[in-house]
């Protein structure tokens, strides 16, 4: 690092490390320890008492972020200081700040087991936030099925090379990437009806959600059996497997397994677009818990909600990051 | 080696052109492939050795030409290409086993598919095939957990499941490291003894002296010379030929 020889590539935070470096231990040490020592000082005797906001108490807080961010910032600059110590300043840091907003913001800290986790709210919500539930999960599995199969026959199709069919599958991968999902919704359940085209709300929801996820579906699935590579059907052909059976015997399954981790993640993300349905009067998870809310005058439904949606999706998106990490050792392994 | 001269003909090929666009491969190939024959083809990079094959499974389609499979005329419009090409094994130069396959199951997909046979005797009969090729012992392995050697002869079990009646290699050692070489090649020496009519597109002197009938010599996409190994390799008097056995010697 303090190779001379180095110093005209060297950027300027090393350029600023180098200079540290050469200020002797001792000296550094004693500016450190001193600098926290004030701060703490500081931190007991100087700062304005709990709930005080006029400008001068203000100024004071203002202070001792600064002063603190100034010391975190020599001792993060320090190459001579451990990792370990870095790592528990920075988290240090955070606590700190969480508590000065805790200590001087004018939050109701102290009814929030009342106000967002009150089981008594959430059992009173109950019957409603379940059937929510329900709707979320009907809207998210029939897309993710819709999708699947309007997916996959497009790909299919598009491998086929047919320039006029290409053109046509491209238009509405396009059109349907380009669409809001909430615009479509209300096309849907809104102006159809108008045509004589009526669609019950879940129905619209499904459809609109089916086909923006079929877009990227079908992208998908291009992209896996592109990922087969070109010997392999022609190894199928030469053993006399007609075009339908090298699909359904050597490419399919190759491209599943390409296929599974983005296919996941498209699955969540467009679960996550069902909240959408509520602009079109479906009652689901999110709009059960906001009119809960509103009917018990307590955001308990809304916490509970937020909970149930990261249970849903949590787990899953762990699954398909784990997928991915599988299937690139997998790939990894593979010869010629 | 199997000089038995048996009059039948298994391949008939006439005039047969393939172009790419604008690049003319093939430029009027003609020859007869007997039953039990093996026919190395040779010749430099890019002369259309690989083209050549393809187009007798028409897994390359011709440009003009006939093609005759034991008198079978391949090229006429009403034929199932399948039918066809289940009695042309093939072997390529990258194996191209199917990855999510063990090498028993790669084996039996096309008998149980095309052949229709049951999955007992496909298994009784691939188990026999990886007896013969030596990789008995490997036949739940899956293709990533073979060598290069391995899968080549897994590759070559595979075609020979569908009991062809001919049988294309196209470079089938070129991929592979030295040492692995003679594992497939002496695999393919048995074939040739027990009759298999064969077309195999190699640079691999010692293999095709011993075991081939005939060379077909490829330059610029027309048969340059057409004679035993003795004739070409020793008595040559064409110029690319001489030139080109010159280099790979
Ligand atoms: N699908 C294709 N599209 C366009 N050109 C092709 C195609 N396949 C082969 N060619 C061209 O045809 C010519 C003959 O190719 P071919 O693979 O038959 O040669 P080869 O004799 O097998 O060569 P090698 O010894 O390198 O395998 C080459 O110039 C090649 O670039
Ligand atoms: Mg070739």
Redesign the interface.
């Known amino acids: 690092m303090a190779d001379p020889k180095n110093s005209e590539t060297a950027t300027g935070l090393s350029d600023l490390k180098d200079k540290i470096g050469h200020i002797p231990i001792i000296r550094r040490n004693s500016f450190v320890y001193g600098f926290l020592t004030v701060l703490i000082l500081y931190g007991v005797f100087l700062l304005p008492s709990r709930g005080s906001s006029g400008t001068v108490d203000l100024g004071r807080i203002a202070l001792f972020g600064v002063l603190l961010l100034i010391w975190a910032m020599v001792v993060f600059t320090d190459e001579l200081k451990s990792e370990k110590m870095k790592t528990t300043m920075v988290f240090s840091l955070f606590i700190i700040a969480g508590w000065l907003y805790y200590r001087y913001s004018t939050a109701r800290w102290g009814e929030m087991g009342f106000l967002f986790f009150n089981v008594e709210m959430i059992q009173k919500a109950w019957p409603t936030l379940m059937e929510g539930f329900w709707t979320t999960l009907l809207l998210a599995v029939g897309a993710a099925i819709m999708s699947t199969i309007v997916g996959l026959l497009l790909a299919v199709f598009r491998s086929f090379n047919n320039a006029v069919l290409n053109f046509f599958i491209i238009a509405y991968v396009d059109f349907f990437r380009a669409m809001p999902i909430i615009v479509l919704m209300m096309l849907i359940y809104y102006a159809l009806p108008f045509m004589g085209i009526s669609l019950s709300a879940i129905m619209s929801g499904i459809l609109a959600l089916g086909l923006n996820s079929s877009a990227y579906v079908s992208e998908i699935f291009r992209a896996g059996f592109l990922s087969v590579k070109k010997g392999q059907i022609e190894a199928a052909n030469a053993l006399g497997l007609t075009p339908i059976q090298t699909m359904r015997l050597v490419i399919l399954p190759q491209a599943f397994r390409v296929v599974i981790p983005p296919l996941v993640g498209n699955y969540v993300a467009s679960a996550k677009d069902t909240a959408l349905a509520s602009s079109i009067s479906i009652i689901e998870l999110l709009k059960a818990g906001l009119s809960q809310k509103s009917l018990l005058a307590n955001p308990s439904p809304l916490i509970f909600v937020t909970a149930l949606y990261l249970a849903m999706f949590l787990p899953l998106t762990r699954f398909a990051g784990y997928l991915e990490k599988k299937m690139k050792a997998s790939q990894r392994q593979v010869r010629l | 080696m199997s000089n038995m001269n048996l009059p039948e003909t298994m391949i008939e090929v006439v005039d047969l052109h393939k172009r790419f666009k604008d690049l003319h491969v093939l430029k009027g190939i003609s020859t007869v492939v007997k039953h039990s024959e093996v026919v190395a083809v040779m010749g430099p990079s890019g002369s259309g050795k690989s083209t050549f094959l393809r187009c007798l499974?028409r897994?390359e389609e011709p440009t003009s030409g006939r093609i005759y499979i034991e008198g079978v005329d391949i090229m006429a419009p009403y034929i199932d290409i399948?039918?066809v090409?289940?009695e042309?094994?093939?072997v390529?130069q990258?194996?191209?086993?199917?990855?999510?396959l063990t090498a028993i199951e790669n084996i039996k997909?096309?008998p149980m598919?095309?052949r229709k046979i049951s999955n007992k005797e496909a298994t009784e009969r691939g188990m026999a095939l990886l007896e013969k090729v030596g990789l008995a012992e490997k036949a739940t392995a899956y293709p990533?957990q073979l060598s290069?050697g391995q899968q080549q002869r897994v590759?070559i079990a595979?075609?020979l499941a569908?009991q062809p009646q001919i049988m294309f290699f196209d470079e089938p050692t070129s991929?592979l490291d030295p040492e692995m070489i003679g594992e497939v090649l002496d695999v393919m020496r048995n074939m040739a003894k027990e009759g298999m009519t064969m077309m195999v597109v190699s640079h691999e002197m010692g293999f095709i002296r011993e075991a081939a009938d005939r060379i077909l010599f490829l330059a610029d996409g027309l048969i340059v010379e057409d004679g035993t190994p003795d004739q070409i390799f020793n008595h040559s008097k064409h110029k690319r030929t001489i030139e080109f056995l010159g280099k790979i010697l």
């Not at chain 2, 990258?94 to 999510?100: A, E």
């Open positions: 499974n897994l399948n039918r090409r289940t042309i094994g093939m390529f990258s194996f191209n086993l199917f990855p999510h997909l096309a598919n095309v990533e290069g590759a595979r075609a569908m991929a």
